[in-house]
Nanobody
Framework: QLQLVESGGGLVQPGGSLRLSCAAS????????IGWFRQAPGKEREGVSC????????NYADSVKGRFTISRDNAKNTVYLQMNSLKPEDTAVYSC???????????????????WGQGTPVTVSS
């Protein structure tokens, strides 16, 4: 059974940092591109960042460029999202998703992704 489990969310003050993890079980993560998405209260889900199967290609939403970094450790079957300089507008539930359909690249539109985790909440507030 393919499963993605996110962790690392929580409450942080503006300007602070968090590292989210997306751990895969039931499948080999290096056969999948991975995306991170977020959904704030009352808003649609949006793509935040993604990484290709090998990690050689990444993409970021304009709103997080320069602050967030995506990485993967295929040996640990885990993808990370390092979030720095957090702002209140980063508050959302963050979810990771996987797709086997992208080779060598990754894209942010969520329709490409076939397997989803449950999400981990991130709150940025003083």
């Amino acid at each position: 059974q393919l499963q993605l489990v996110e962790s690392g969310g929580g409450l942080v003050q503006p300007g602070g940092s968090l590292r989210l993890s997306c751990a895969a079980s039931g499948f080999t993560l290096n056969n999948y591109a991975i995306g991170w998405f977020r959904q704030a209260p009352g808003k649609e889900r949006e793509g935040v960042s993604c990484i290709s199967r090998s990690g050689g290609s990444t993409n970021y939403a304009d709103s997080v460029k320069g602050r967030f970094t995506i990485s993967r450790d295929n040996a640990k079957n885990t993808v990370y999202l390092q979030m720095n300089s957090l702002k209140p507008e980063d508050t959302a539930v963050y979810s990771c998703a996987a797709t086997p359909n992208l080779i060598g690249i990754c894209v942010l539109p969520q329709k490409q992704y076939t397997n989803w985790g449950q999400g981990t909440p991130v709150t940025v507030s003083s």
